[in-house]
């Protein structure tokens, strides 16, 4: 261990004895906000001066074709240092972190406090077409988590810690603490009492000023918000929300059936990254904004400066028209949702963040250009813009609070507040319909590993049956005779005996109150044979199950003892008992019940 590691850690565990856990609650709060904070301006700083060098570099070499070359030769640089540094595999998005939340009890891999900062610099600092907030996420969750781990905190304030260090990261990202906090509220925890605010927010309010006195304000996505909310234009708001979310199903759906077709690509990860760089130079060469996170493309619509898009682009041939530029942007709201998930699928690290606003910028700036092209009426295209990134953040991530107050808080005003709170609404609740779970979410939610908002729901997936099974009871063989069926019987203290093969296998069960009788007449001792006085169980639980899925078997059966295969190999057994014993335990340190 460092000795400069050590020198941190000795006060921290002298606090730790001497401090109430309140206390060391709001302290520990602090230094994981201040330590996520600082990660997200190392992270940011770092793509921000990539991006400069490449620039730099593209200008001595004067050929624009460098600009396609360059995310292909990021997404194979993070493939490689993937596979080599962090065995080939760092977990990647949002979901992952739910899955350890739900799965792992908050443990997040310790790599995973740096690793994410590495490959997401890397992919998007060489144009990859992903959002550095996810990789951030992973990164304060993991400094939350890992803290809590040193310090031996329990499940609950483990779970607070590691939702701690992603407010701070989403809040030095944007520079936006309130979106911050609502981030980890809305995303990452399932079951939140009023006492979890206050770290939530210091974290989120050092990690803000950890960007804000640290990052130059370029490099921060800052917004002045000149225009002012028209009660006349509510109907377009409803009408952009309605669209928004129409394409946050178009950008869920798409997204997964390309992460599918990648997946399904059986090669090597090599062959994958070529590919998926090829193809995503190519769609760079058609629509340049597709290069990078996306932020100086939302800043030209803000402005109502389309027309720079078409910059460097081939179908610049065509001129620059304003139906052109309006069929431009348009495209570029439905092709951003391949080149992310490309960027993604083929081993280039990122999220859907800050994809999600840039498409959710172009069909704001779409909608309200196509409106006054048209002269239905006269519509501020910079507002909608911006309330357009709320609309699709609140679809794809399911978070309609957090768009909310981050598209209000990057634009440093309340003006909109109406309006985004339209058109978030709107949004979600036509997605909630179509898609009930998030991009980030549905596949945990298949596989039965989704945190929810239904605390028996939580409980039930964070147990687990391996650490349920029960084996003390007493095995017989199928072709034991009853009277060495009887003698078990003697040595066990237990009603209920497992008939097991010679080669593991489970062949039935013998409940003591079904043999009472016959078991005492000696006379058929040698004559009746075990495999005559078994039953088939009630039910069989897997290994693998689920405890939803246990707990089913439990109320179709009536069974208060089932037996646990491995395939077809005996395990021993889950009760009923341990099951409420091990949830009143979790519900105690989950949700402070006592």
């Not at 809305?186 to 989120?204: G, K, N, R, Y």
């Not at 005996?497 to 016959?518: H, M, Q, S, Y």
């Amino acid at each position: 261990m460092p000795s400069s590691y050590k020198k941190i850690k000795i006060p921290l565990l002298w606090l730790r004895r001497h401090t109430s856990d309140r206390e060391f609650m709001l302290i520990s709060s602090v230094l994981v906000g201040l330590t996520a904070g600082v990660a997200a301006v190392i992270l940011k700083s770092l793509v921000h001066y990539i991006q400069a060098l490449l620039a730099y570099g593209n200008r001595l070499l004067d050929q624009p074709y460098w600009l396609v070359v360059f995310p292909l030769i990021g997404i194979l640089l993070t493939v490689l240092i993937v596979k080599v540094f962090f065995k080939g595999s760092i977990g990647r998005g949002t979901a992952n972190i739910l899955f350890n939340i739900s799965q792992k009890s908050s443990l997040v891999e310790r790599h995973k406090m740096f690793s994410h900062v590495l490959t997401s610099a890397i992919t998007a600092g060489f144009g990859g077409s992903a959002g550095l907030e996810s990789p951030i996420v992973v990164t304060g969750s993991a400094i939350g988590s890992n803290y809590g781990r040193e310090y031996h905190l329990n499940y609950r304030d483990r779970t607070l810690l590691l939702a701690s260090g992603a407010a701070a990261g989403i809040a030095a990202v944007f520079n936006a603490p309130i979106a911050g906090v609502l981030f980890a509220i809305e995303v990452l925890l399932t079951d939140i009492s009023i006492s979890a605010f206050i770290p939530l927010i210091i974290s989120a309010v050092v990690g803000a000023l950890s960007s804000k006195i640290i990052l130059e304000e370029d490099i921060l996505f800052n917004i002045s918000q000149q225009e002012f909310f028209a009660a006349g234009h509510v109907p377009f708001y409803v009408l952009l929300g309605i669209l928004c979310g129409m394409i946050s199903v178009y950008y869920t759906r798409m997204a997964l059936r390309v992460e599918e077709l990648f997946e399904e690509y059986q090669t090597t990860v090599f062959k994958r990254a070529i590919l998926g760089g090829a193809i995503l130079g190519l769609l760079i060469m058609l629509f340049p904004p597709l290069f990078g996170e996306g932020y100086d493309s939302i800043r030209l619509l803000e402005r109502n400066q389309a027309q720079l898009l078409l910059q460097d682009s081939w179908l610049a041939f065509f001129g620059t028209n304003e139906w052109l530029i309006l069929c431009f942007v348009g495209a570029l709201a439905l092709v951003k949702v391949f080149a992310t998930t490309i960027t993604i699928a083929s081993g280039g690290n990122g999220g859907n963040f800050a994809p999600s606003m840039f498409v959710g910028a172009s069909t704001g700036f779409f909608f309200s250009r196509i409106i006054n092209m048209l002269n239905i009426s006269n519509l501020p295209t910079s507002s909608f813009s911006m309330v357009g990134m709320a609309g699709i953040l609140s679809g794809v991530m399911h978070a309609p609070l957090t768009a909310v107050f981050l598209i209000a808080e990057i634009t440093g005003g309340y003006t909109l507040m109406i309006p985004l709170m339209i058109v978030a609404a709107s949004s979600f609740a036509l997605v909630k319909y179509f898609e009930p779970y998030s991009l980030d979410t549905k596949k945990l939610a298949q596989k039965g590993q989704l945190l929810t908002h239904n605390k028996d729901r939580t409980i039930l997936r964070i147990m687990k049956i391996r650490h349920l099974i029960e084996t003390e009871f007493q095995q017989v063989s199928p072709d034991a005779t009853l009277g060495e069926f009887v003698e078990v019987i003697a040595h066990s203290r237990r009603n209920l005996f497992p008939v097991v093969t010679a080669d593991g296998k489970l062949a039935g069960v013998i409940l003591l109150e079904n043999v009472r009788e016959i078991m005492f007449k000696t006379e058929k001792y040698d004559k009746v044979k075990v495999k005559e006085l078994m039953i088939k169980p009630p039910a069989i639980v897997q290994y693998d199950d689920s405890m939803a899925d246990v707990m089913k078997k439990f109320d179709e059966s009536g069974a208060w003892n089932l037996p646990v295969l491995h395939a077809d190999t005996y395990l021993g057994f889950v009760s009923k008992s341990s099951i409420f014993t091990k949830y009143r335990k979790l519900l105690i340190k989950t949700t402070n019940v006592s």
